[in-house]
């Protein structure tokens, strides 16, 4: 038995993605990344999930063909023995064509209560690549709840809504209760907590096949932050990391998050209970497997040691 176990906890769980096609999708996951995409509107590579909605199943070894929430329900040891009651994140790549609609998410109180006993979500985006001039939507400019709902009734989006304007390589940290959407041209990889629950604002007064999406107006003033948190505490700018070491991202209650850029050889240990890693760009080895930009994978509780050679930059998360 020692040395099965030993044997399972030293292998790299590669997935498979699954696409999903949105309204706002575009076709970079097909042009720039090594994927088949279902069409030219695909919105969303879900990278890493065990949610029902898009189970990722392993892509070689002794697990392959296995989805992900089978994995965790079975073989809990890979994944450090939490107890959780499912795999606790979810990694997306999101290629935005189109601006998505302004959003919110709920907390895991609000989300128990009122969403079946779904978590609610905290997220990360790390800006993949954007225009020169690209702005997100970030947080809100109503000073209280009863201005908040105001401005959402009569339809002042423009003075309502808080854009920043963002580059190639930021990171920004969004709480349960910001309002939030990213616009036209933007890639991100997403790092979430393992839920779907959102809370549609505004979608721009769009029709899909003639009709305007469905808004959640009254859950969203329910859960909207007021005020909203300064901009400044949201964003972290990382073009100057150092090469070849993890760098800290964010580190809150749901997950921690690092960046690694690695220009020779990297050594990093697995020591959490789960390292998830993301190939964003470049290619090189991992304890001399061959990994390359699109492949996601998961190093399990007990990998131990990992040394990274190559050209490429990594996203990496665990809880
Ligand atoms: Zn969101």
Not at 45 to 67: F, I, K, L, Q
Not at 221 to 250: H, Q, W, Y
Request: hydrophobic residues 35%; proline residues 5%.
């Amino acid at each position: 038995m020692q040395s099965v176990n030993e044997q399972s906890n030293s292998q790299i769980i590669f997935l498979n993605p699954v696409f999903k096609q949105m309204v706002w999708g575009g076709d970079r996951l097909g042009r720039e990344w090594p994927y088949e995409i279902p069409g030219d509107n695909t919105g969303e590579c879900w990278a890493v999930s065990a949610h029902p909605n898009g189970d990722c199943t392993v892509r070689e070894g002794v697990y392959m063909g296995e989805t992900l929430s089978a994995l965790w329900e079975k073989h809990p040891a890979l994944f450090g023995n939490t107890g959780l009651d499912r795999f606790p994140l979810l990694i997306k790549l999101i290629d935005a064509k189109a601006d998505l609609s302004i959003q919110v998410h709920p907390n895991d109180a609000y989300a128990k209560e009122h969403e079946n006993g779904s978590l609610g979500k905290t997220e990360c985006w790390y800006i993949l690549d954007c225009d020169e001039d690209s702005h997100l939507v970030i947080g809100h400019n109503a000073k209280d709840k009863a201005e908040l709902a105001d401005m959402i009734h009569s339809g002042r989006w423009n003075g309502l809504i808080r854009e920043i304007p963002v580059r190639k390589g930021d990171f920004i940290y969004i709480d349960p209760g910001t309002v939030h959407a990213i616009k036209g041209g933007i890639m991100i990889l997403e790092t979430q907590q393992n839920s779907d629950i959102t809370y549609r604002v505004y979608d721009y007064d769009r029709t899909v096949d003639g009709k305007p999406r469905t808004l959640h107006i009254d859950k969203s003033i329910d859960v909207i932050t007021v005020p909203a948190r300064n901009v400044e505490e949201s964003v972290v700018k990382t073009g100057s990391l150092p090469d070849n070491t993890a760098n800290l991202l964010c580190s809150c209650q749901y997950f921690k998050v690092w960046k690694i850029n690695v220009s020779d050889s990297a050594a990093i240990n697995q020591e959490y209970p789960f390292l998830i890693m993301s190939v964003i760009e470049g290619d090189g080895t991992l304890n001399g497997h061959p990994v390359r930009k699109g492949d996601h994978f998961i190093l399990p509780a007990g990998y131990g040691e990992v040394r990274l050679e190559g050209k490429m930059e990594l996203i990496a998360s665990t809880i």
